[in-house]
């Protein structure tokens, strides 16, 4: 009967494991990613078409890729709204909030508004939760 116990309990912890830890991990692994991008490509975000045509490439492309990212991560964690009711993960309205800017950072790399461009990149760390 312990061993049965047991070997259920273990099984429970590594689904659990699977299933739940390892896609807000991963979240949080995403959410790291864009914190960094966003301070690699501030020059980009902050001075739209004033870098050299293949950074500003490599920044459209990096962003949009984060974007796409963080809205596939968030799509796989499993009872979203009870993690996010508890805090361990924005709410959805925040990630659709992020995502949109990311996007729309990665459209205005190369001749957009560098106000607009600095509200969009301080959007996207207030809804994530990251620091400015």
Request: aromatic share 4%; charged share 30%; no cysteine.
């Amino acid at each position: 009967m312990e061993i049965g116990t047991a070997v259920f309990g273990g099984g429970l912890l590594y689904g659990s494991k699977k299933t739940v830890i390892d896609p807000i991990r991963e979240y949080r692994r995403i959410r790291k990613e864009i914190s960094k991008d966003l301070v690699n490509y501030a020059n980009v975000i902050s001075n739209p078409g004033s870098s050299k045509q293949d950074r500003i490439d490599e920044a459209r492309k990096i962003l949009r890729g984060d974007a796409s990212e963080l809205k596939s991560v968030v799509d796989d964690i499993p009872m979203y709204d009870l993690w996010a009711a508890l805090r361990l993960v924005p709410s959805r309205g925040d990630v659709e909030e992020a995502k949109k800017n990311l996007i729309s950072l990665s459209n205005s790399v190369d001749s957009g508004d560098p106000l607009r461009n600095h509200d969009m990149r301080k959007t996207v760390e207030s809804s994530l939760g990251l620091m400015g």
